[in-house]
């Protein structure tokens, strides 16, 4: 089993950036694909990016592509979501989750899940 703790959140302005980061810790994280989801008030949490074991193979929501970027260090055990040209939109709390298949953009087949760090953008 693995634990996931995210960090790196906080207030920004909109056009700023943040990173966000996931470190595991219990098993090792390349036998794993990650992904990113966040969650606003009121709403369903939603996919915003995930990334292959290895680190080849992205996908994003098309609401952040080109600003947004997933990547992992393995040998960290950390995963990175690097938000770039931030929104107001973008406010909520950001997840990082952990699945044992080899790719994955659906909430439901993560397994494991990090406590969640706030990200508010103003205008």
């Known amino acids: 089993q693995v634990q996931l703790v995210e960090s790196g959140g906080g207030s920004v302005q909109a056009g700023d950036s943040l990173r966000l980061s996931c470190s595991a810790s219990?098993?090792?994280?390349?036998?794993?694909?990650m992904g990113w989801f966040r969650q606003a008030p009121g709403t369903e949490r939603q996919f915003v990016a995930a990334?292959?074991?290895?680190?080849?193979?992205?996908d994003y929501i098309d609401s952040v592509k080109g600003r947004f970027t997933i990547s992992r260090d393995n040998a960290k055990n950390t995963v990175y979501l690097q938000m770039n040209s931030l929104k107001p939109e973008d406010t909520a709390v950001y997840y990082c989750?952990?699945?044992?298949?080899?790719?994955?953009?659906?909430?439901?087949?993560?397994?494991?899940w990090g406590q969640g760090t706030q990200v508010t953008v103003s205008s």
């Open positions: 990334i292959d074991r290895s680190g080849g193979s992205t």
């Open positions: 989750a952990a699945t044992r298949l080899s790719f994955a953009t659906t909430r439901g087949v993560y397994a494991y």
């Open positions: 219990g098993r090792t994280l390349s036998s794993y694909a």
